[in-house]
């Protein structure tokens, strides 16, 4: 017997956006809805069940704040976890979309390629990381630039592995919990790499911990700019070991 394949919905006003966004979930795998406003997805909620809820944040009518503050109130949707796919970038939208409850938030323009890593970081609970190429149509490729002698300090502590373009893996005394939003304030690493933000927020998708020593952490990437997802990329493609790239593929298993 086959797992059922996960149900999607994009509440977007945008109709050109909302279907690229629709076919590259279906490329993935994905089954979709398409609300054009949060009043149409919230009452498609009341027969359907979604896994999981791409939201922007600028629509007529309910925006996607209002739209948060409903769904805490419909008890069968209550819990189904919602990503923002929004232009809105600065920090106290981010902080205000998850204080009410949303799990990740992604800035337009977006790749869908990184779009897709951050669906899956939700229904699978981590990103496993293996080398070499994947094959398959669900397998996205992305490189990764290794942080060298860059301390995570003052923010969250502990010593950087390495970057690619959906996030950031680490190792540290602290205690995590998958789900956990993390604020990253280490500026020997953002100018390793040629950050302009003081700040980035991560949301932990894979915690390791050994029998002795340091655990390993994976966090995703929330509500990059631009700017700062142009130098994450460069920095992986081209960083610090530029002849001795390794392309390694980035999937979630819950």
Known sequence: M?????????????P???RLIAYNLKQAGYDTLEAESGEAAFRMLGTQSPDLILL???MPGWDGFAF??????LQRAAATPVIM?????????IERALRLGAVDYLVKPFDPALMLTKVAAIFRGNIPVTTGPQRGKDR???HRGPILNATLDPLPGGTGLDVSEGGIAFTTNRVMRFGE????????????IGLESTRLRVRVVRVEVPEKGPRRVGAVFIGLTEHDRAAIRRYALYG?????LKVEFIAGRR
């Open 16 to 18: 050109n956006l909302r």
């Open 240 to 244: 610090a070991r530029p002849r001795d």
């Open 68 to 73: 948060l503050e409903q769904l805490r109130h």
């Open 140 to 142: 996205r490729l992305f």
């Open 85 to 93: 796919l929004t232009a809105m970038s600065a920090s106290l939208d």
């Open 2 to 14: 086959t797992d059922r394949r996960k149900l999607v919905m994009t509440v977007e006003d945008a």
């Open 181 to 192: 939003i993390v604020l990253l304030q280490c500026p020997e690493l953002f100018a390793q």
């Open 56 to 58: 922007d944040i600028r």
